[in-house]
């Protein structure tokens, strides 16, 4: 009985703790279309640009961000790892590599792109040294 308890207050603590990033940028699209939210297009070299790692953790990873995103953005990480054992699958690096092309061209590193349903940039921004509440209400500006 402990064992079943204990298995279910962990998968309860990783639903609630778990960021909601979308696994594919058609999903995000069509959430953010679904639930009149901005997609928030992040993209990152998670295993190498050190900006992108502390945007990760200072801001992504704030219990305060994962809070208010969840109910007023629709996230999405086109991520662009360069070690072997976080290679992603094809797919993910073609459709990665044609967000870049529409979004990304320069290749900016970390570079968070506010867009709309209708894929309307309507701001960008990158990493900043702030705090998770002063980094939303630089989001919401783009968006107002």
Not at 40 to 52: E, K, N, Q, R, T
Request: glycine share 2%; with cysteine; aromatic share 12%.
């Amino acid at each position: 009985m402990k064992k079943i308890i204990s298995l279910a207050l962990f998968l309860f603590s990783a639903v609630v703790f778990s960021q909601d990033w979308q696994p594919t940028y058609a999903e995000a699209l069509a959430c953010a279309k679904q639930n009149d939210r901005p997609l928030i297009l992040v993209f990152s070299g998670s295993d190498w640009c050190a900006p992108c790692i502390k945007l990760d953790r200072s801001i992504w990873q704030s219990e305060n961000f994962k809070s208010y995103s969840k109910d007023n953005y629709v996230l999405y990480r086109a991520d662009f790892p360069r070690k072997k054992n976080n290679t992603l699958s094809k797919e993910l690096i073609r459709q990665n590599n044609q967000l870049a092309d529409k979004f990304n061209p320069k290749g900016h590193f970390p570079l968070v792109v506010i867009l709309n349903a209708d894929e309307k940039v309507l701001g960008t921004t990158g990493y900043k040294k702030t705090t998770p509440t002063a980094y939303i209400s630089l989001l919401n500006a783009s968006i107002k």
